[in-house]
């Protein structure tokens, strides 16, 4: 590259610092490939979890209006899309079930035949390659949209470890590798752990959704998982989205009691939570781009205010530069086809 040459009548104080410029960061950033040679972050399909909404079998499959490109799926469909995942690249899908029916408790989430047990069976059946995993929580079970039990007004949260061993064993049973406890009671790594470990399957490992905020970024999931909290909301249990520290006292907890995985949720307004618990700790992190944080994405693109595109791997490798070794997002299969 030739230097321009300046004016005569230029300040010469001008043309000293030009020549003096020894440091020159832009000849790393000349040519594509040399952006590539000196690239830092890279995020690749395998760093991806796809969610999964699976609905019962006599329900439509129809696409999410705050999620375009998300849909519920029944057993097939939810199949198909694994097999669509996996040839993309991705070898991990986490699912969440939308019940036929629900009661005070959530009983219809241990249920054998339940929209999680079966396509958990039935992915593992058609592609037993991929990793698959089951969200663990009661609100898409419960009629009060709560992620526990309730004493009154209030989440019980003893009452409630049982019920949510109950259900992850039951994923467990059906063939799930791993279950994600996403309800933010406290012990319940070590209740889901011992209550594995009880039935013989050792080997299932639990990736805890160990910091959860609770944030208004969740709202499209809702719709999607039917699971709004009927009254009130989920403060007394999710945290506040002011707190850090607080978030590395949760990660370590949920370390103590077994968690194999650990996660931050969500991830984009909590990139600080997420670079913190990477200095903190070894175990592999996880974090959560919520439905939100993809609707978002979605609505700004549809408009043409954003290049949906190149916005989705920003957002996807600053989540990584982070320090987040894996990424949940709805974005998985589109972002694996695109890079
Ligand atoms: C269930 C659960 C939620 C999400 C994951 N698991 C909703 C909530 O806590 O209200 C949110 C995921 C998303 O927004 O994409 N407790």
Redesign the pocket.
Known sequence: MKMKTLPKNANPSIETQQADLKKRPRRLRRTESVRALVRETVVRPEDLIY?LFVVPDNRPHVEIRSMPGVWHNRVREAVDESLRAFDAGIRAVLL?GLPESKDAIGSSSWDPSGPVQTAVEAIKHAVPQMVVMA?V????YTDHGH?GVLDGQDVDNDATLPLLAKQAVSFARAGADFVAP???MDGRVAAIRSALDAAGMTEIGIVS?AA?F??G??????E??E???QFGD?RTY?MDPANVREALREIELDIEEGADMVMV??ALSYLDVIRAARERFDLPLAA???????AMVKAAAERGWIDGTRVMHEILTSIKRAGADLI?T?FAVEFARSS
């Open positions: 969610p969440f969200d929580c009661l609100c898409e992620c996403s309800d933010m959704y959860k609770a944030y970024f969740y709202g499209p999931f809702r999607a998982a699971s709004p909290p989920r999710q949720k969500p959560y781009n919520v439905s939100g944080e993809y949940i709805y």
